[in-house]
T-cell receptor, first 114, second 112 residues
Framework: DTEVTQTPKHLVMGMTNKKSLKCEQHMGHRAMYWYKQKAKKPPELMFV???????INESVPSRFSPECPNSSLLNLHLHALQPEDSALYLCASSRPLEGGYGYTFGSGTRLTVV | EDKVVQSPLSLVVHEGDTVTLNCSYEVTNFRSLLWYKQEKKAPTFLFMLTSSGIEKKSGRLSSILDKKELFSILNITATQTGDSAIYLCAVEGIQGAQKLVFGQGTRLTINP
């Protein structure tokens, strides 16, 4: 299995809703990431989990809450989002390579906040 | 602050042409530079260039890294319509390990 699987692929939610994005990988990667990508913009890092511990939070608003239940799963809990939070949310995982890290991205969840 | 700038932002060519995409960067304690192809959703990995691997080739695609001048190029020869995509360049610094900083991307369109 060489994939990162994200569900759902599309999500429409109201500003008062609570929803969760899910990400799963079975490649044995011990680092997992959430990126946010707005239309016609590059991905921007939100969170990094390393060995199931949060290692980087890029000053993301608290309405986004990440969770790493185990080494294969990564969740992003959403609550009280704003329309400007509409974006493609990408999950990634990585493994160490000589000189750096090899990253694998999922296909993303396209989120629309109404 | 780490920074990546790609050029051109958009490029339209005919099938069979050769294209060169540019990526310049500023990063503290450079570790690696990565190229990705993004069509609809997931960025797919193309190359990783490091201090010990400054030139990579795979089929019609090749890439070089100039650590002195702080840039990389991605070449695609004999382009095909399937090469149409956004090409993203990203860098990682040692201090920002596991933190990729992406450029704006180059939108490449190959017309038949």
């Amino acid at each position: 299995d060489t994939e990162v699987t994200q569900t759902p692929k599309h999500l429409v939610m109201g500003m008062t809703n609570k929803k969760s994005l899910k990400c799963e990988q079975h490649m044995g990667h011990r680092a997992m990431y959430w990126y946010k990508q707005k239309a016609k913009k590059p991905p921007e890092l939100m969170f990094v989990y390393s060995y199931e511990k949060l290692s980087i939070n890029e000053s993301v608003p608290s309405r986004f809450s990440p969770e790493c239940p185990n080494s294969s799963l990564l969740n992003l809990h959403l609550h009280a989002l704003q329309p400007e939070d509409s974006a493609l949310y990408l999950c990634a995982s990585s493994r160490p390579l000589e000189g750096g890290y090899g990253y694998t991205f999922g296909s993303g969840t396209r989120l629309t906040v109404v | 602050e780490d920074k990546v700038v790609q050029s051109p932002l958009s490029l339209v060519v005919h099938e069979g042409d050769t294209v060169t995409l540019n990526c310049s960067y500023e990063v503290t304690n450079f570790r690696s530079l990565l190229w990705y192809k993004q069509e609809k959703k997931a960025p797919t990995f193309l190359f990783m260039l490091t201090s010990s691997g400054i030139e990579k080739k795979s089929g019609r695609l090749s890439s070089i890294l100039d650590k002195k001048e702080l840039f990389s190029i991605l070449n695609i020869t004999a382009t095909q319509t399937g090469d149409s995509a956004i090409y993203l360049c990203a860098v990682e610094g040692i201090q920002g390990a596991q933190k990729l900083v992406f450029g704006q991307g180059t939108r490449l369109t190959i017309n038949p």
